[in-house]
């Protein structure tokens, strides 16, 4: 079942999350409607892809440990597996002017698909002035060079203060987190050890796979920062392209992980990477999944949340900006950014097609112009 759903379930975690209820409450009787929809609101407050902490949870209550495994790596393999084999085509081609080209016409559908997110997000995400303050905090706070991990506890914390009165006893832990904060700016020196590409890599997307609240679109700000900016493992324009791999190949869009560890490291790489992103969701079903849903009634941790989603949304934000810079180089990229917001906004037309509408530009562009 999960396979299948790892196989044909384009769209998103709407989607495969959709197919899931379809099969696991209405066909085969696994769960009850209540109960499916509680554990897809405890999957809200914990970070990690919430289509695969589903798949995993689904898996446990069928068959155990053996279950959770079966089903979660079922459900992750297929769209690994494509952007596997993606990334390998793109290193032996990407090289070639024409498949640069080709691969160039899909930035300006990228940065569609992003502002599509961030307003879809944006809706349930900003309900009222105090999450529009903690999303406009961290939108600053991400143009002035701070890193992702502080404007996500931050904006968690902010949540947990602005909505839980009295203020004054959450006062030390932000005053403690404040100094925390400072603490990426600081230059530490490693081992040689924590120096190997392959363990930064590693470490790099287990901490990802353990914050990625929110949206896995959240990931493209980890990635600019850390993969492109500090490490230079990928170009932007690499990046970009990594991000539209996750979004054509079917399963969770985290896939992208693995076609960016292809690319660094081949395919010890694609496999630390890979691993990296999803075993923080297999450690947080084991050992949270039977108290995720009255965990996810608790006051704070709810407040938690909101403002850990309103920071998420925007740095979803701030990356869309880099994107269209990057992207919209003149009146035709302009065009093509504006038309497939259009179709994603008005016809909800599903991203592997905008996607694929960019290839289709980039080749003609090559071509004919």
Do not use: C
Request: glycine share 10%.
């Amino acid at each position: 079942m999960f396979f299948k759903i790892g196989t044909i379930g384009f769209g998103g975690p709407a989607v495969t999350i959709g197919m899931m209820e379809e099969e696991a409450v209405h066909k085969r009787k696994w769960v009850s409607q209540e109960y499916f929809m509680e554990m897809l609101a405890a999957t809200n407050i914990v970070p990690g892809p919430n289509a695969t902490e589903m798949a995993a949870h689904l898996g446990f209550i069928r068959a155990g440990l053996p279950g959770l495994f079966t089903a979660a790596i079922s459900f992750i393999f297929p769209g690994a597996a494509m952007s596997l084999a993606l990334a390998i085509i793109y290193t032996q081609y990407g090289s070639l002017p024409e498949v640069s080209g080709i691969f160039k016409g899909v930035n300006p559908v990228v940065a569609a698909i992003l502002t599509a997110a961030f307003l879809r997000l944006g809706k349930s995400a900003f309900t009222d002035y105090k999450t529009g303050f903690i999303a406009l905090a961290a939108l600053v706070a991400a143009f002035l060079g701070v890193s992702e991990v502080p404007i996500i506890f931050a904006g968690g914390l902010l949540g947990i203060i602005l909505y839980s009165p009295p203020v004054i006893q959450f006062l030390p832990m932000f005053i403690a987190f404040g100094s925390f904060a400072n603490l990426p700016q600081a230059k530490v020196m490693l081992p040689s050890f924590f120096q190997d590409q392959l363990l930064q890599m590693g470490l790099f997307f287990l901490k990802v796979g353990a914050l990625l609240f929110g949206s896995t679109y959240v990931l493209i700000a980890f990635m600019q920062r850390e993969v492109v900016n500090q490490y230079h493992w990928l170009t932007y324009q690499q990046m970009l392209d990594a991000v539209a791999a996750g979004q054509i190949t079917p399963g969770p869009i985290s896939s992208t992980a693995t076609f960016t560890g292809y690319v660094v490291a081949g395919f010890p790489g694609a496999l630390v990477a890979t691993l990296g992103m999803f075993i923080p969701s297999f450690l947080i079903v084991i050992f949270t999944g039977k108290y995720l849903p009255k965990i996810s009634h608790i006051p704070w941790v709810q407040n938690f949340l909101k403002g850990v989603v309103a920071a998420s949304v925007a740095l979803i934000a701030y990356v869309t900006f880099g994107v269209y810079r990057a992207s919209v180089t003149d009146l035709t990229t302009a065009l093509l950014a504006l038309v497939s917001l259009f179709l994603l906004l008005r016809y909800k037309i599903d991203a592997l097609w905008v996607i694929i509408g960019g290839f289709l530009f980039g080749l003609a562009k090559v071509y004919l112009f």
